[in-house]
């Protein structure tokens, strides 16, 4: 799945065009490697995201096309 949609879908970010300009701004790195939004996401994957002075990290548990919004958070894992 691409980065951008994968963001979308665990609700880490709200809306895919966001995602897609904080990869093309070089906010979102997956596994310490600054990454495009067309990265392909695979379980296991560790990414970690800036919000202006916020660092959220997060490691990829599962993935899937649909998911509701109570199950959005079952998708990842905060990392400390």
Known sequence: MRLDKFLKISRIIKRRTVANEACDAG???VNDKPAKASHDVKIGDKIAIRFGDK??????????????????????????
């Open 55 to 80: 660092m959220t990290a997060v490691e990829v548990l599962a993935i899937k096309e649909t998911v509701r919004k109570e199950e959005a958070a079952s998708l990842y894992k905060l990392m400390p």
């Open 27 to 29: 906010r979102v790195e």
